[in-house]
């Protein structure tokens, strides 16, 4: 997978990530003496301005992209241990998908799991969206069914969080905790069958609905508020 920027690539070899290739322009190379001086650590192609627009999806090209293999946590391996996943159930936003990233990471979760009919982990966007949490939680991809048979074994209880259901502030954050957040539109879909509970969080009756990932941010809050995941 691909992502641009000085930050997110100081960031991600800070947390190891192995960084395959970096396209570079001449001039972000002289912009940053830090850049530069990976050149000697990392196989640097240097291309035009021009080439390198190509390469880009911004509007604005940073002039540096990394190319990194892509590497998923296994599922049995990410719920095994205490703690809170946030399952992103078909988000199909990768706008969303990395907001709940930064704010899985902000709340002292494990790690997110991706439903497989959603947006993909490694997409741009995505990476971009969630900053360096892309690179420090644990990630997973997994459909319910898959999703079920691994979370109910290892003694993790699923959220599903649900515009009327019961207030969020009911409930009851075990030490194994698995937040489903569900499709922009659509909502939770499939992937209610899994879920132990569903929760819903009160708003004014003027409003509409959350966005996906400001819901999913407040509960996650919430289970850090409780002393669960975090010492807020």
Known sequence: YAFEGATLLLE?????????????????????????????????????????????????????????????????????GDGTVVVLAGL???GNAGTLLRSAEAFGARGAIFGGSGVDPFSPKVVRGAMGAFFRLGIAVADPEAFGAAAVPAGYRSVGLEAHAA???????????ALIVGHERRGLGEWKGVCSELAGIPIAASAESLNAAVAGSIALYEAARKGRTSPL
Do not use: C, H
């Not at 207030?167 to 905790?177: A, D, E, I, S, V």
């Open 12 to 80: 991600a070899i800070q947390t190891g990530v192995e960084i395959e290739e970096l396209y570079a322009t001449q001039a972000a190379l002289d912009a940053d003496e830090s850049i530069a001086a990976l050149g000697s650590r990392l196989p640097v192609y240097i291309v035009t301005e021009r080439s390198f627009a190509k390469l880009s999806d911004l509007e604005s090209p940073s002039g540096l992209l990394a190319v990194a293999p892509e590497r998923l946590t296994q599922l049995s391996d990410l719920l095994d």
């Open 92 to 94: 199909n936003d990768p």
């Open 167 to 177: 207030p969020l502030q009911g409930t009851q954050w075990g030490p194994r905790m």
